[in-house]
């Protein structure tokens, strides 16, 4: 008689189905295999060899894959990202094993993979980089957990730290991962780490081609890819020797996936640490207040670099009171300051963190705003592909000529500024100036924003206007002025970590100024100078921001001092939306350690065509949320094809 196996396939499911092994195959848990499933073939992994009690017919798996088995710290990781998030088994496991869920794409040429040149290693640390890098370096290849907190200032040389943990790790034979926020980081990161090792790495991120990816994946279950650098999504990959896990820029938002299996990417990369009992680094300037308070309560190592590289100084901040300046979006003191670092033959940069050229167009005769016909959000205008398009969705009409509700001919006015305004109030300024815009939308390759960099620390750019894309991790040695333009954007909202990362984001930018031996200015136009934000900011006094801001969630019993899960109703048919989410409402959990708010129409009513309301629960650091959420959500079904999704740890409350 076949024995009995349990296969977990990468689907929409919780638990993992039975088959029978054939005489002729050979198979162990962690095996990929491929079996019957509904009319098709499908790749699972082998999750346990259990006897089962299934009295019916139980159908042969098909073959065993000649691949290595997923080791059993990778299923146990698997296990915990699903139990922690609530998400199904299936789906955590989908992104471990995407490959297995794509059509096989015949490769034009192998993936090179070669060995680090060791002997190339030009990383010359100061005294401080050597003390902060010995501490990590001797707790890699040693079978302990351990974290540490990289802390220090902008242009310290946190990367030059951790590229020599990278080579302790690859020259003890173990598997490293780095983890960036955006794939427009990978650009600088990637020729750092040529210029050390002699070699690229291999990448993970969404711009890969089908044939790429599934080589490279195939190389890391393999043990063959030493090095990975990607975005959240690297974390996932089948790691069979993973030694180090690196977390560049650990604050940043991007690391919080919002669709599908809904996780943040730097706690799970501390847990996935933890599992292989190695150490992991988080690297920050301006560190969440989550890692803060792990510091203080001596979860993490604080290592701290003080000073900027190679004897630069910090960039001087001021602040510009736009309220002295009503009109125009580049104020005199900022214009002036732009005009002087020409004069200097030095380069500027003006940040606003907003696409497009205006936020909103309107009729000045009737008053219509262009609206998203599938969500709650107006439509931007785009003056450089003379469109209107909605930046949740995708959506985009022409430009029109006329306003479509009253007829009126050159009535539409473009109300505030987006970065393609500013770019075009500055080309007129400067006219005799070489300037760039450099957004998401227009670098869309990770080649084309190599280009663009290039470019830039070349100094072929005399002005650059641009948004988030250019405010990390970049190196543009005659940068001297950075000027952004709004400052207060991202203040407002109601976003319970909105100063924190307005001042992370502006801080990021700010750093790009002066990062070698001349002198750097930062000029924040701003309507409220007072702002706890901005006079942290024109201070450079990070301590007492965070103090201020610790304080304030401590009091409120907020993250990271209590903790938060979101329920987001959804549905194409709003009636059955609302009444969903009021029947969660009523069937509320009741207990004096969680509150419910809600539930209501989320501030996003509609998003791609779905209506959504929200509820909120607010419960004490220790109370058992998953489980509670869980039962909740259950006690609750759903009509028609109204869906129910739960985000634990919430950073998007829209």
């Not at 940043?252 to 933890?274: H, L, N, P």
């Not at 959420?629 to 129910?644: A, D, E, F, T």
Request: aromatic share 6%; net charge positive.
């Amino acid at each position: 008689m076949a024995s009995c196996i349990q296969v977990l396939l990468p689907i929409l499911i919780d638990r993992p189905f039975d088959y029978a092994i054939p005489e002729n195959i050979k198979c162990s848990i962690g095996s990929f295999v491929e079996v019957p499933f509904r009319r098709k073939k499908s790749i699972g992994v082998v999750w346990s060899q259990e006897p089962t009690s299934y009295s019916g017919k139980i159908k042969d798996i098909i073959r065993c894959l000649d691949l290595p088995p997923l080791s059993s710290e990778n299923r146990q990781f698997i296990r915990w990202v699903a139990s922690y998030n609530l998400a199904s088994l299936g789906m955590v496991l989908k992104m471990m094993v995407p490959v297995a869920c794509e059509p096989k794409v015949k490769a034009r040429k192998p993936l090179e993979i070669r060995t680090p040149c060791f002997h190339q290693q030009n990383i010359i640390l100061s005294p401080d980089q050597k003390e902060v890098a010995s501490a990590i370096q001797k707790a890699v290849g040693v079978p302990s957990f351990r974290s540490f907190l990289l802390d220090g200032v902008t242009g310290s040389g946190k990367t030059e730290v951790y590229l020599s943990a990278i080579e302790t790790g690859l020259q003890k034979g173990k598997q490293v991962v780095v983890l960036l926020p955006e794939i427009a980081l990978t650009t600088q990161w990637l020729d750092r780490f040529q210029r050390c090792f002699g070699i690229l790495p291999l990448q993970w991120h969404s711009g890969l081609s089908p044939a790429t990816r599934q080589q490279t994946w195939t190389a890391v279950l393999e043990g063959k890819a030493t090095v990975i650098v990607g975005t959240r999504s690297s974390l996932f990959l089948p790691y069979p020797n993973l030694g180090l896990v690196i977390v560049d820029e650990e604050h940043d938002v991007s690391y919080k996936q919002e669709e599908q299996v809904i996780y943040q990417a730097r706690d799970m990369a501390v847990v996935r640490a933890k599992i292989n009992q190695i150490p992991i680094v988080l690297v920050s300037a301006t560190p969440s207040l989550e890692t803060t308070v792990n510091v203080e309560q001596a979860r993490y190592h604080h290592l701290v670099l003080k000073n900027r590289h190679g004897g630069a100084k910090l960039p001087t901040v001021e602040a510009i009171d736009m309220r002295r300046y009503p009109s125009g979006w580049i104020s005199p003191p900022l214009q002036a300051a732009i005009g002087d670092t020409l004069k200097a033959h030095e380069q500027s940069m003006l940040f606003l963190n907003r696409r497009g050229y205006a936020p909103l167009t309107l009729c000045r005769t009737c008053g219509h705003r262009f609206i998203c016909p599938a969500c709650t959000a107006w439509l931007i205008e785009h003056k450089r592909t003379k469109s209107l398009q909605c930046h949740h969705c995708g959506h985009q009409i022409p430009l029109p000529s006329r306003c479509p509700e009253c007829q009126g001919e050159e009535s539409l006015v473009a109300c505030g500024p987006g970065v393609e305004r500013i770019y075009e109030q500055v080309t007129h300024l400067f006219p005799q100036a070489r300037c760039e815009m450099l957004t998401s939308d227009m670098l869309t390759t990770p080649k084309h924003m190599h280009k663009m960099i290039t470019h830039l620390a070349n100094h072929e750019i005399d002005i650059v206007v641009g948004t988030q894309i250019l405010a990390k991790g970049h190196h543009f040695p005659m940068m001297t002025l950075v000027g952004v333009v709004d400052a207060d954007l991202g203040l407002s909202g109601g976003d319970l970590r909105a100063c924190e990362r307005t001042y992370q984001l502006l801080h990021q930018v700010s750093g790009r100024a002066g990062r070698e031996q001349r002198p750097g200015k930062v000029l924040l136009q701003t309507f409220n100078p007072d702002h706890p934000v901005m006079a942290a900011l024109a201070a450079q006094d990070r301590d007492s921001f965070i103090a201020a801001e610790k304080m304030e969630r401590e009091a409120r019993q907020m993250p990271p001092f209590g903790r938060l899960g979101a329920l987001i109703v959804s549905g194409l048919n709003a009636a059955r939306v609302e009444q969903t989410a009021r029947n969660l409402g009523r069937l509320a959990p009741s207990s004096p350690d969680i509150i419910i708010l809600g539930p209501v129409p989320a501030p996003l009513a509609q998003l791609r065509g779905q209506h959504r309301w929200r509820l909120l629960a607010k419960a004490v650091k220790n109370f058992p949320l998953q489980q509670v959420l869980s039962n909740w959500v259950k006690s609750v079904k759903p009509s028609g094809n109204v869906r129910i999704t739960i985000d634990i740890d919430p950073y998007n409350f829209l």
